[in-house]
């Protein structure tokens, strides 16, 4: 009855540790669908469903692969470095999304170190997210990540206290009805990763849908800090969440950004697609019910 979809590049020991924990865990009918986005040695099991991509396209098109495979209409997108706890998770997911079938559902976030087989404390609830972010919303202990500025438009931000609705989805493993996955166009169009949880969130709310916390499903995430990634493709992520959701903003938002040779490079390669990018702009504005200003006064964004 849940069809689980586990992008994955290189990263094969946290892989195994992922799924086995799921076959530990899982308290419903379910399936295993990993898409391989181009790993140097490939993916190979036999206890799961293995699609390929011969080249890295990014984290948001493999799992728009993986979701076109799934054989069942409640969809559970979890990351490759994601462990569950034996807390009868599936059957709750699948009672929330049953329940909510245009909602969104993030479980709550905890560390964990596989060294140890440990779960931290502390508990993350999803995130809210900042529209425009100054250096002055990021950690101090952080700060050195961020030598481009590209995480300054559209920064989602944890929240650290229990909440129900949620303006951003954050800790890579969520519940969504595949029929509204595909209604909001899932990922489409998105390059690499970068922007990826917000982009998924506000398409989200501003169709009618929601996002909301499991208060009562907790997921272990091995925190990593990320390797260097081309920074044009992290600005065209931002040009794509810009055009498609807030075209009657996009000029305010891009000039906005600091670094305006990156954010032009960006948004060259998003005009590459052009045709293509302004048809997605097009169906996702006729779906939309809400725009920019009712989403940031919702959520008191700044």
């Known amino acids: 009855m849940i069809s689980i979809c586990i992008p994955c590049k290189d990263d094969h020991i946290a ?35 293995v699609i390929r991509h011969k080249n890295t396209i990014g984290v948001g098109a493999a799992i ?3 979701v076109k495979h799934a054989n ?36 709550v976030t905890v560390g964990y170190k596989a060294e140890l087989d440990e779960f931290a404390i502390k508990k993350r609830y999803g995130a809210e997210i900042i529209i425009k972010a100054d250096i002055k ?13 590209w995480r300054m438009l559209y920064r989602s931000k944890w929240n650290q206290k229990p909440k129900t609705e949620v303006s951003s989805l954050l800790g890579a493993f969520y519940i969504i009805q595949k ?3 595909n209604y909001l166009k899932g990922f489409q169009m998105h390059r690499r ?3 990826l949880d917000s982009y998924l969130a ?13 208060e009562d499903v907790t997921t272990g995430h091995e925190f990593k800090i990320g390797k260097h ?24 938002l891009l000039e906005w950004m600091n670094n305006k040779f990156m954010m032009k490079m960006g948004l060259d390669m998003l005009n590459s697609y052009m045709e293509k990018s302004y048809e997605l702009t097009e169906y996702l504005q006729s779906i939309f019910i809400h725009d920019l200003n009712w989403y940031t006064k919702k959520f008191n964004l700044k």
């Open 202 to 214: 506000m398409k989200s709310w501003l169709a009618g849908g929601k996002c909301k916390i499991m």
């Open 137 to 149: 919303d990021i950690p101090l202990s952080r700060r050195f990540a961020y030598p481009d500025n």
């Open 15 to 49: 892989l195994d540790r992922a799924i086995k924990s799921i076959q530990k865990t899982v308290d419903k009918e379910f399936e295993i669908i990993i898409c391989d986005d181009g790993s140097k040695e490939p993916v190979k099991r036999n206890d799961c469903k």
């Open 64 to 66: 728009d692969t993986a």
């Open 72 to 107: 069942f209409d409640i969809i559970a997108i979890s990351g490759a470095d994601i462990i569950h706890k034996n807390d009868n998770w599936a059957s709750k997911c699948i009672s929330y999304s049953l329940s909510e079938p245009n909602t969104i559902f993030n479980s």
């Open 229 to 252: 990634q081309p920074i044009d493709w992290l600005y065209y992520n931002k040009a794509l969440v810009t055009r498609t959701l807030f075209p009657y903003q996009e000029k305010e």
């Open 179 to 181: 029929k509204w996955y």
């Open 193 to 195: 990763w970068g922007s």
